[in-house]
Nanobody
């Protein structure tokens, strides 16, 4: 069992930056692919980015490519999402998820709210 806790959300002006963190319990963090999703009001949850267990491969959805950066610290059991050049349309609840393989999601965090004002 893996428990995930996101933090770092908040209110920021357009053009600003935030860094989200997702801390995982357990000793198997290093074996999981870690993902960041978001869900805006009235919209489906969407995959933004993932990073493989070793950190050797990453994926970004087109709308965040070049603005967001995913990274992980396996020694700290934490995955990060650095978000730059934020836009009002980035406003959403952001979730991290862990899976045993790419595009599999066994465990979810509770989410953290990000609000970008114009």
């Amino acid at each position: 069992q893996v428990q995930l806790v996101e933090s770092g959300g908040g209110l920021v002006q357009a053009g600003g930056s935030l860094r989200l963190s997702c801390a995982a319990s357990g000793r198997t963090f290093r074996t999981y692919v870690m993902n960041w999703f978001r869900q805006a009001p009235g919209k489906e949850r969407e995959l933004l980015s993932y990073i493989t267990s070793s950190g050797g491969s990453t994926y970004y959805e087109d709308s965040v490519k070049g603005r967001f950066t995913i990274s992980r610290d396996n020694a700290k059991n934490t995955v990060y999402l650095q978000m730059n050049s934020l836009k009002p349309e980035d406003t959403a609840v952001y979730y991290c998820a862990a899976g045993v393989g790419v595009r599999t999601y066994a465990y979810w965090g509770q989410g953290t709210q990000v609000t970008v004002s114009s």
